[in-house]
C-alpha cells in the first residue's frame, strides 16, 4: 500500500508514535510519505491550549497536499485542551484530493485513555468533511516525555488493521 502518514508534535511524543509507525508499516511491505505537520510559530503552552479550545486555524509551513495517489492517509498529533491539536484541522485545509479515501489517525495525551470526551468527535467531524473514509479504531496513546503509560499494547493491532 502506498501511504501518507502526516503529523504535529510539540513535545516529541507523536513524533516518536510516527516514528514507530512508520518503520511497523514499512516492515509489513508498505511504502511510506511522511509530512510533518509545522506552525508558522509553535504556540506555548496556554497559547495552545486556547487556539485548541477555539479550534483556531493555524498558518503553517506546509504547503498544497495532493494525496490522490495514496491508498491510506494516516494523521496524528497531541490533544491540546480535551480537543485534537488545532494543527489537525489546520493541515486537513491543506489536503486535496480526500474524498472516497481510507483515513486513520492517532493521538497522544497525558490524561487516561477514554477522558478527553470530546476529541473523537472532532476528529471524526474533520476528516468526514474532507470526505475521509475511517478505517479502524483510532490509536490514543497516554505519554509523559517519551514514555508510554497507556496504550503502547495497542500499537501493533492499529498497525494490523489499518495495513489490511
Ligand atoms: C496546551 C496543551 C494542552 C494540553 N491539554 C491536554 C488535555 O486536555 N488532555 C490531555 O490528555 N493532554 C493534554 N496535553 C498533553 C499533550 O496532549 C501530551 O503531552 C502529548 O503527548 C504531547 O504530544 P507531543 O509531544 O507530540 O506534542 C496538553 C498539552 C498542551 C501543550
Known amino acids: 500500500?502506498?501511504?501518507?502518514?502526516?503529523?504535529?508534535?510539540?513535545?516529541?511524543?507523536?513524533?516518536?508514535?510516527?516514528?514507530?509507525?512508520?518503520?511497523?508499516?514499512?516492515?509489513?511491505?508498505?511504502?511510506?510519505?511522511?509530512i510533518k505537520i509545522e506552525p508558522e510559530t509553535m504556540p506555548r503552552f496556554f497559547g495552545a491550549g486556547a487556539k485548541?479550545?477555539?479550534?483556531?486555524?493555524?498558518?503553517?509551513?506546509?504547503t498544497e497536499v495532493d494525496i490522490g495517489q495514496y491508498d491510506l492517509f494516516i494523521i496524528g498529533g497531541p490533544v491540546w485542551a480535551g480537543r485534537p491539536s488545532p494543527l489537525f484541522a489546520s493541515f486537513l485545509e491543506l489536503v486535496k484530493n480526500a474524498e472516497g479515501k481510507k483515513a486513520a489517525y492517532f493521538v497522544t495525551?497525558?490524561?487516561?485513555?477514554?477522558?478527553?470526551?470530546?476529541?473523537?468527535?472532532?476528529?471524526?467531524?474533520?476528516?468526514?468533511k474532507k470526505g475521509f473514509d475511517i478505517v479502524g479504531e483510532p490509536l490514543i496513546l497516554r505519554m509523559k516525555k517519551g514514555e508510554f503509560?497507556?496504550?503502547?499494547?495497542?500499537?501493533?493491532?492499529?498497525?494490523?488493521a489499518i495495513g489490511e
Open 1 to 34: 500500500m502506498k501511504i501518507c502518514l502526516a503529523y504535529a508534535s510539540r513535545t516529541g511524543n507523536s513524533e516518536l508514535i510516527a516514528n514507530q509507525l512508520i518503520s511497523k508499516l514499512e516492515m509489513s511491505g508498505n511504502s511510506i510519505d511522511v
Open 52 to 62: 485548541s479550545m477555539k479550534q483556531e486555524e493555524m498558518k503553517l509551513k506546509n
Open 109 to 128: 495525551q497525558i490524561t487516561p485513555i477514554g477522558k478527553n470526551k470530546e476529541m473523537p468527535g472532532v476528529m471524526k467531524n474533520n476528516l468526514n
Open 149 to 160: 503509560l497507556d496504550g503502547e499494547e495497542n500499537i501493533d493491532d492499529f498497525v494490523k
